[in-house]
């Protein structure tokens, strides 16, 4: 499967995970909804005519809304790119003087543009706000970060992702709570929620109240949903899968991060789709020596083997 990348970049992107989800989804639903779009990935793969997209990330939203109205193409990307990182790479201390001057720039006119460069530059691919809404994570500290051919890697992203977007997509500034309620019967949601216990790279964090009422939501909604979660590691379990999310349909696999530039960062988690609708996906694969993308074997919550070490 040809997997389309989306041009801003944040941790917990669900790129290798989008073949599991959409085969999932199928494709027999009226509207895709995301009330936690974050980069958008899993949305721009849907192939879905008609979207309900919401984040609580104001910035997130103004982009990809930018994306669908043409004010930000493949030309303007690369003419945006192509000039900043040019004085980048040329600026005092090692580029740092000028990435500051663009996060200050972003941080008080909300550029779109300027938004992509901190995504792109920003330190881990991470995208994180202070209290008061400003970017605050530090420079990658590479100044000629954006060379020709990274410029038009992201070019591309754009190109693609504008021509996954359709006429009958909306893009909303809301709480998940918000756009659940929009939700009828015939619609589709996935939700990508920060995961609970977990460290949560989002603009406004994430509380166990958050979860209930995410749960709550979902419970009554007359709609069909997905919900990606993490289900346990190594050292613990997610307290919240047997607090609320086993009541659904749960389906596992191992997935491997990385945290880090160095190869001995490299985790793994086992990730979870909950889900509230009948599946022919009756397999997973946590737990197995050998991973594949296409092993998965079916959950069943009568056998834990890793219960007594947790």
């Known amino acids: 499967m040809s997997i389309i990348v989306p041009p801003l970049k944040c941790q917990g992107i669900k790129t290798k995970l989008v073949p599991w989800v959409k085969e999932l989804a199928g494709k027999n639903f009226d509207r895709w909804i995301e009330p936690f779009l ?25 982009f990809y ?35 500051r001057f663009v996060r200050d720039r972003f941080n008080k006119e909300k550029a779109p543009l300027d938004f992509l460069f901190l995504s792109r530059a920003g330190f881990n691919g991470m995208m994180r706000f202070s209290k008061a809404g400003n970017w605050n994570i530090p420079f990658c500290k590479k100044p000629n970060r954006f060379s020709q051919s990274y410029v038009t890697k ?7 992702c504008s021509e996954a977007i359709q006429k009958d997509w909306e893009f909303k500034t809301q709480d998940f709570r918000e756009t659940i309620s929009k939700a009828k019967e015939g619609d589709l949601i996935y939700c990508d929620p920060p995961y609970a216990g977990r460290y949560v790279d989002y603009f406004s964090g994430w509380t166990d109240k958050d979860e209930h009422d995410l749960f709550e939501l979902l419970l009554k909604s007359n709609a069909k949903f997905i919900l990606s979660s993490w289900h346990h590691n190594d050292y613990r379990k997610n307290e919240m899968i047997d607090l609320y999310w086993n009541k659904f349909n749960i ?3 191992d997935h491997f991060y990385h945290s880090g530039a160095k190869e001995e960062n ?11 609708f009948d599946s022919d996906l009756q397999k997973h694969n946590h737990g197995l020596k050998t991973i594949t993308n296409t092993q998965i074997e079916l959950f069943d919550k009568q056998d834990l083997p890793y219960a007594a070490a947790i």
């Not at 309900?52 to 990330?57: G, K, T």
């Not at 992201?154 to 693609?160: H, L």
């Not at 490299?266 to 509230?276: C, H, M, P, Q, Y």
């Open 38 to 62: 974050g980069s958008g990935v899993v949305a721009f793969n849907s192939e879905a005519k008609k979207a309900y997209l919401a984040d609580i990330n104001p910035h997130i939203i103004a």
């Open 65 to 99: 809304k930018a994306m669908q109205e043409n004010k930000i193409n493949p030309a303007t990307v690369r003419e945006y790119l192509e000039k900043e990182g040019e004085i980048l790479s040329k600026a005092d201390d090692k580029g740092y003087v000028h990435y």
């Open 154 to 160: 992201i070019s591309n992203q754009v190109k693609y």
């Open 266 to 276: 490299r985790k793994s988690i086992v990730e979870a789709l909950v889900f509230n």
């Open 251 to 253: 389906v596992t696999r």
